[in-house]
């Protein structure tokens, strides 16, 4: 099981990404997926997460109206569009695979916004 996440660096205020986390080694069209994100100092939280048709997703109150989560089941990939961001958006992105029990990790992809 492998999910590697990409897309991070560095923005200005205002600005925007896209992440991307690309998932091999088990069947992706069948697992919940979600971003995480782990600032300096805090705890990891949940940002976005998907289920596994992309029928129905759930945002932090902290990105909504600003982040937007998707997947592309055929291509294995799940994606977070960020706009408008801001300093506090700084972190650290953990792409995270879920089914029953079974919990995959990315190695995580640095956001840093800053002027």
């Known amino acids: 099981v492998q999910l590697v996440e990409s897309g991070g660096g560095l923005v200005q205020p205002g600005g925007s990404l896209r992440l991307s986390c690309a998932a091999s080694?088990?069947?992706?069209?069948?697992?919940?997926m979600s971003w995480y994100r782990q600032a300096p100092g805090k705890e990891r939280e949940l940002v976005a997460a998907i289920s596994s048709a992309g029928a129905s997703t759930n945002y932090a109150d902290s990105v909504k109206g600003r982040f937007t989560i998707s997947r592309d089941n055929a291509k294995r990939t799940v994606y977070l569009q960020m706009n408008s961001l801001k300093p506090e958006d700084t972190a650290v992105y953990y792409c995270?695979?879920?089914?029953?029990?079974?919990?995959?990790w990315g190695q995580g992809t640095q956001v840093t916004v800053s002027s």
């Open positions: 080694g088990f069947t992706f069209s069948n697992y919940l």
């Open positions: 995270n695979g879920r089914r029953g029990l079974s919990v995959s």
